[in-house]
């Protein structure tokens, strides 16, 4: 991703430029509403994360550090969505089975796989910490580097967490008979 | 595990992310040679990381970019109410009922069965309502597919109704010099309101609950509702709009309806 396109869209942005704002949004949105849904698993959950992340963006646009880099931020505000939106989950409504959740895709919006499904549910096994970072690293394709800025972590740490999330993910899959 | 095995550990996850130099990949590869157990510690990783490559990437719903674009606020940025989640902290609650099918075919048959579309009001206060069913262009992404035109001599300007996969645009371009109340009413099992806002003035003086919103509009002012609602079945949108506590318009938008069904 262009760092340097970034900061030129978020400056014209800041000063009001919608087109700039939507030319952040082209970049980002699939991204977002991918690493939303490897965390949450439910399309609509995705959705509403991707559209909350995007909209107070552009309402705290001003707030953005400029010496941040631009995906660090939003990916933080999606992290912080998606932790919102799953504690509320897990208060509303328990954990389903992890193969039961085929009725929640409306009008088959989203087609998956059963590699697909079956990874997603070795995903959903997973404690919340170790799922983001496996979403960052192999879904987003971020760095040791871009990972710690997004997780605002160490990068040691996060190199142990994804050591120990890789283990449980092979643990899990292994289980489901996919290694 | 010892110390030494941790260090090759570290190494081959290094590897399988791009992140080790040449030099620790030699090293690597020397270990592993001296080692065949630890091979298999690689070779798990590797598939591991296979696998996770083959998972595809999804695409987001057709509607989502149009749908946070129109929800954005005027510019400069400012507050937007109403985003649709399924928090706590939202301040509106937007159920969606994801299998409201046979109940949305129901009440789109009545509609189209009764042609309801305005309802009488006593003939003293009934103002000239006009509808259309264009297909013009509004916005990126939204399809202008109904519009009322209001005329009254308190209240002019018109509302519009646009759609884009399972959202609603409602448009209200509203022009009166005393304040205009509006309530907006919809079946909260085929929709909820995901998004609110008001240009050229702040937000004032709006409510919203699982099935209706009312805000109110002063002189020139365009306000914008959005509503999610399901593929197959956009809610109906029931217009009352009041002035000084008494009812002048009253309108009905939305659904599918014949392109005949103009409103009466």
């Not at chain 2, 990783?45 to 719903?61: G, H």
């Not at chain 2, 996969?165 to 929709?191: A, Y």
């Not at chain 2, 318009?249 to 309806?257: A, D, I, K, V, Y």
């Amino acid at each position: 991703m262009d760092e340097t396109e970034d900061v030129k869209l978020v400056s014209e942005s800041r000063q009001g430029s919608r087109e700039s704002f939507e030319r952040l949004l082209i970049r980002y949105e699939k991204a977002i509403f991918n690493a939303a849904y490897r965390i949450l698993r439910d399309p609509e959950d995705a959705r509403d994360v991707t559209q909350n992340v995007f909209l107070k963006a552009f309402e705290n646009l001003e707030q953005f550090d400029g010496n941040r880099r631009f995906f660090s931020w939003i990916y933080r505000i999606a992290l912080n969505e998606s932790i919102n939106l799953s504690k509320s989950r897990k208060r509303f409504a328990p954990a389903e089975d992890v193969g039961s959740d085929e009725h929640n895709t409306p009008e088959k919006l989203l087609r998956r796989t059963e590699l697909d499904r079956i990874v997603q549910a070795a995903l959903m096994s997973m404690a919340f910490e170790y799922r983001v970072v496996i979403v960052l690293r192999h879904f987003n394709d971020f760095d040791y580097r871009e990972m710690s800025e997004i997780l605002e972590i160490p990068e040691k740490t996060v190199k142990s967490r994804l050591f120990t999330a890789r283990e449980l993910l092979r643990d899990s899959l292994t289980q489901r008979g996919i290694l | 595990m010892s110390d030494l095995h941790e260090k090759y550990l570290e190494l081959m996850h290094a590897e399988v992310d791009g992140q080790a130099s040449d030099r620790e990949l030699a090293a690597l590869n020397e270990y592993l040679a001296a080692n065949p157990e630890a091979q298999n510690v690689r070779t798990d990783l590797r598939k591991l990381t296979d696998i996770l490559n083959q998972v595809e990437e999804l695409e987001p719903p057709d509607d989502l970019h149009g749908s946070i674009m129109a929800a954005l606020a005027p510019q400069p940025p400012r507050a937007v109410v109403g985003i649709r989640t399924r928090t706590s902290t939202t301040r509106f609650r937007m159920p969606l009922i994801r299998y409201g099918y046979a109940l949305a075919a129901g009440l789109l048959l009545g509609a189209l069965l009764t042609g309801i579309a305005f309802r009488s009001l006593p003939q003293q206060e009934k103002s000239y309502v006009s509808g259309t069913m264009t297909a013009v262009e509004n916005t990126p992404h939204y399809v202008v597919v109904e519009r009322i035109q209001l005329a009254d001599p308190d209240l002019t300007g018109s509302v519009e109704l646009s759609q884009n996969g399972n959202s609603e645009m409602v448009i209200f371009d509203l022009n009166g010099e005393k304040t205009v109340k509006v309530g907006v009413r919809f079946d909260p099992t085929l929709g909820g309101i995901k998004s609110f806002s008001q240009e050229p003035n702040n937000i004032s003086s709006v409510e919203g609950r699982e099935g209706s919103i009312s805000f109110e509009s002063q002189g020139k002012e365009r306000s914008i509702l959005v509503l999610a609602g399901q593929k197959r079945a956009l809610p109906l949108v029931n217009l009352d709009f009041y002035v000084e506590d008494k009812l002048v318009h009253q309108g009905r938008l939305g659904g599918t309806r014949p392109a005949d069904a103009s409103l009466k």
